[in-house]
Nanobody
């Protein structure tokens, strides 16, 4: 059973920084895609940043140049460095892994429970 555990959220003043992490437990799988999503109150969940197994990245326009997604070599752990935070970045941040079990062609989505990021003005 794969589980994703996030950490690193919190309260920060505008202009500050936070680093989120997401770690996968379990074994016997490859992580094909790692991503961060966020959902602000009253808004739909949106993609913030994505990192593929080949190293390609994609960022929402609103965070380009401020957020950086990275991973370890396993890869089982993902981070997102968030700089120059703005109150508009306030949301619950969710990590998402697309995982393929060894010997299977199927891919499965796994989600963390979310971590709150609050940016005060």
């Amino acid at each position: 059973q794969v589980q994703l555990v996030e950490s690193g959220g919190g309260l920060v003043q505008a202009g500050g920084s936070l680093r989120l992490s997401c770690a996968a437990s379990g074994s016997g799988f490859n992580v094909k895609v790692m991503a961060w999503y966020r959902q602000a109150p009253g808004k739909e969940r949106e993609l913030v940043a994505l990192l593929t197994s080949s190293g390609d990245t994609n960022y929402a326009d609103s965070v380009k140049g401020r957020f950086t997604i990275s991973r370890d070599n396993a890869p089982k752990t993902m981070w997102m460095e968030m700089n120059s935070l703005d109150p508009e970045d306030t949301a619950v941040y969710y990590c998402n892994f697309v995982i393929q079990q060894y010997g299977s062609r199927n891919k499965w989505d796994y989600w963390g429970r979310g971590t709150q990021v609050t940016v005060s003005s």
